[in-house]
Nanobody
């Protein structure tokens, strides 16, 4: 399984960014793709997840109302639309996948210990 994340960049507070994650090599149709982030000096935290089966989603409190996760290409391409970005959103963003998982806090929060595969990160920097 390979995950390719892209779309990061340097933006100003209040701006938007759209991150993309393309997954390949997933043999099952039942999985969850999620976004996690890690800022310098902080632990990794879950941001959002989406299920390949029913499109159910999970959002961390910090993402609710500002970020939207969506899927396309039979669920193997996932986007994270991030609006109203804040300096606190500055982090390396990673996409990850768990097979036979659920788009819920138990899978998609915290360090992401339940995720099976990880891609390389894409840096998001929000600064004026």
């Amino acid at each position: 399984v390979q995950l390719q994340a892209s779309g990061g960049g340097l933006v100003q507070p209040g701006d938007s960014l759209r991150l993309s994650c393309v997954a390949s090599g997933i043999a099952l149709d039942d999985y969850v793709i999620g976004w996690f982030r890690e800022a310098p000096g902080k632990g990794r935290e879950g941001v959002s997840c989406i299920s390949s089966t029913d499109g159910s989603t999970y959002y961390a409190e910090s993402a609710k109302g500002r970020f939207t996760i969506s899927r396309n290409n039979a669920g193997k391409a996932v986007s994270l639309q991030m609006n109203s970005l804040k300096p606190d959103d500055t982090a390396e963003y990673y996409c990850a996948v768990v097979l036979l998982g659920v788009a819920s806090e138990s899978y998609c929060s915290g360090y992401g210990n339940r995720m099976d595969y990880w891609g390389k990160g894409t840096q998001v920097t929000v600064s004026s």
